[in-house]
């Protein structure tokens, strides 16, 4: 592949053309744009290998909208501007049509994605490592377990928050809504508003304007009036990317998500909205919990570990990190759980005041280096003979989920904005 700068270079120039609403069309057509591509490297394949790995991106340029944040691949993305052009060069019955708006957006968008992969200067603001944070792949949603480790879930049902429809394939999010009542698929009302709800007892919505989640639980659907006892199933409510498709990235961009790199830090807005906790006689124990959880797995080894933060406990203020290994039920993984506490989360206020919870209080500012933590998850990982990786630079961050995790009858909302996690390789 060429020189990062030298791509760079050939991105400004070419986006300022594109961009100019006074350019005429020749020079957009003429030979020029095929020699500085040729000189790249970039083969022109009639856009095959593109389309190949996103279909129909090629020729829709809506399509392509939706889906430019997840193309990483600088040499994949060079060939479909040389395929793109030698089209309207030579194919096109007029080749003024790469004038057209939707024609000239299509250049746009890649050779912007091209312009921010090459930039020199990429390290000064790292790198996003969760796919499609304002959900344009829209969301799967996630059948009740059924606690037997066999056919434990299954998509039934798709939903896009733009109005237009969603591919089973290619949506990155699935909302999973295990041991909360009855299946969604029997209840499910769905809004052109963004949100995902029965109605009732659970809501998942995105706030496009205010690029904002928000999480609602009544557990009651599960309980019924009855007590939590020991053994129940905890229900949820999460979001989950099963994986960042880690597998599928070119090799500069799998590097930013090594749990190795200097710097991976997460941040976000959260505040506690409505919340309500019902005692019932007979209760084991009530706890609710809002958690994050990104997935570190082996590159090379079957190594995997929950790694999370405790953004919320109904128990404790401000709890200290919690290490174990998942057991005691039919489906437990045996995985490693490893989960920072809040204490660390917060430095300053949490979502608890003069005691107790929060709601409908201030907005609380979470921002946390997770690095120092791997660090530690390796050496208990290390220390019980788990891990089979030796260092950090064996294990990747490839998967999250985030949201309610609660046993005892609650009614409880939170919500969270600009949710980000950026790594830094130096």
């Not at 994949?76 to 194919?91: E, K």
């Not at 996003?128 to 299954?154: A, C, V, W, Y």
């Not at 109605?199 to 019924?224: I, Q, V």
């Not at 430095?347 to 005691?355: A, D, I, R, T, V």
């Amino acid at each position: 592949m060429a020189e990062l700068s030298k791509v760079y270079e050939f991105a400004c120039k070419w986006l300022l053309k594109f961009s100019d609403p006074e350019v005429r069309y020749t020079e957009l057509v003429d030979r020029f744009f095929a020699e500085d591509c040729r000189a790249l490297g970039f083969e022109m394949d009639c856009g095959i290998a593109f389309n190949n790995r996103y279909k129909g991106a090629f020729n829709y340029t809506d399509l392509l909208k939706s889906i430019i944040g997840e193309i990483s691949d600088i040499e994949l993305i060079g060939s479909a501007l040389y395929s793109q052009w030698r089209y309207y060069n030579h194919w096109a019955y007029d080749a003024a049509e790469i004038l057209e708006p939707e024609n000239r957006e299509w250049f746009i968008l890649l050779l912007k994605r091209l312009k921010s992969l090459s930039k020199d200067n990429k390290e000064e603001n790292g790198m996003q490592l969760i796919p499609d944070l304002n959900f344009k792949t829209g969301m799967r949603l996630i059948t009740q377990k059924d606690h037997k480790n066999n056919e434990s879930f299954s998509v039934f049902k798709t939903v896009g928050f733009y109005g237009e429809e969603v591919k089973e394939q290619t949506a990155r999010w699935g909302l999973a809504q295990w041991d909360s009542g009855t299946d969604l698929c029997k209840c499910l009302i769905e809004h052109t508003d963004g949100a995902v709800t029965d109605g009732r007892h659970r809501t998942f919505s995105y706030d496009k304007a205010e690029n904002m989640m928000t999480f609602y639980l009544d557990t009651s659907a599960y309980y019924k009036g009855k007590p939590a006892v020991l053994g129940d199933y905890w229900p949820h409510l999460l979001i989950e990317q099963e994986d960042f498709r880690y597998n599928e990235l070119d090799g500069k961009t799998k590097a930013y998500y090594n749990c190795g790199c200097k710097s991976i830090v997460l941040s976000m807005d959260i505040k506690l909205g409505d919340y309500t906790e019902t005692a019932t006689d007979g209760d084991w124990v009530r706890a609710a919990q809002f958690l994050l959880y990104v997935y570190a797995k082996g590159i090379d080894t079957n190594d995997f570990c929950w790694f999370g933060v405790s953004l919320f406990d109904n128990r404790w203020d401000k709890n200290d990190h919690y290490i174990n290994y998942d057991g005691g039920k039919a489906d437990a993984s045996g995985a490693m759980i490893y989960l920072i506490g809040s204490k660390y989360a917060y430095p300053g206020q949490s979502l608890w005041k003069n005691g107790k919870p929060e709601p409908n209080g201030e907005w609380r500012h979470v921002e946390l280096d997770l690095r120092p933590y791997l660090d530690d998850m390796l050496r208990h990982g290390q220390a019980d003979g788990y891990f089979k990786a030796k260092t950090l630079d064996g294990l990747c961050l490839n998967g999250m989920n985030m949201g309610w995790e609660t046993i005892g009858t609650f009614s409880h909302t939170m919500h969270v904005k600009n949710l980000s996690l950026i790594s830094h390789l130096n």
